[in-house]
């Protein structure tokens, strides 16, 4: 069926540098512009993400995780518009995340945690309004949140830790009425951890330790008390 996995069964032969050839050499004869999943896990595959991949327009899934992938995030991922799930998590790619990466309206999953991915969260990110699942994890990540990050409404699990993210927590963090994960562990992160957090229904794990946020006049919010805040470096706080 082209509208499946044309390469699933050859994808034990897809290793090192010639893996994209092979995975197209297997599916001569079927339509890959319908190609709708492509999924290679833990095949020890290197090389560059090919930007090649932008040819496929219906492609709902792609899932890279667990190789030795290097080189950037291309752009022109950015153009799979049906794309529903992208998880290149644990490999070895670097530079930022792509700025337009807000055109993926469509994405459900967004894995590309513990890479080598460096600068700051690009504001696009919050035009994912169907995200449910968000990981950035395990990266050289800095500046801040941004600050409408409140419009990812669909969101229920949020992972930005160990990273080297800065500034406040933004105050819209208040509108992810479906959150229920929260992870800001192991960054430079500072100011009083906004109240709105204790609006949201849902949120059962929260993870904030090893920060530099400040406690309030009453100390942090009441509705954190089973939260994980301790170890927080509180030597320029007020």
């Not at 991949?53 to 950015?78: M, V």
């Not at 700025?99 to 504001?123: A, F, K, R, V, Y």
């Amino acid at each position: 069926n082209p509208e499946s996995l044309i390469g699933g069964m050859r994808a034990s032969d897809c290793y090192n540098t010639d893996w994209w050839d092979t995975f197209m050499d297997a599916s001569v004869g079927y339509e890959k512009s319908r190609l709708v999943e492509i999924t290679f896990l833990f095949k020890e595959l290197t090389s560059e993400i090919p930007t090649s991949l932008s040819g496929l327009e219906e492609l709902k899934i792609l899932r890279l995780e667990g190789n030795s992938l290097s080189g950037n995030i291309p752009d022109e991922l950015t153009t799979l518009e049906k794309l529903e799930v992208l998880r290149l998590n644990k490999n070895s790619l670097s530079g930022e995340i792509p700025s337009n990466i807000g055109l993926l309206t469509n994405l459900d999953s967004l894995w590309i945690n513990g890479n080598q991915l460096e600068g700051s969260l690009p504001q696009s990110l919050t035009n994912l309004t169907n995200l449910t699942n968000l990981r950035l994890d395990e990266n050289n990540l800095s500046g801040s949140i941004p600050e409408n990050i409140g419009n990812m409404s669909s969101l229920k699990y949020l992972r930005i830790d160990n990273n080297n993210l800065s500034g406040e927590i933004p105050e819209s963090i208040g509108n992810l009425i479906n959150l229920r994960r929260i992870y800001l562990l192991n960054n430079n992160m500072t100011g009083e951890i906004p109240e709105s957090l204790c609006n949201l229904p849902h949120l059962f794990w929260i993870y904030l330790h090893n920060n530099q946020f400040c406690p309030g006049i009453n100390g942090y919010p009441d509705c954190l008390l089973n939260a994980v805040i301790e170890q927080q470096n509180t030597i320029n706080c007020p």
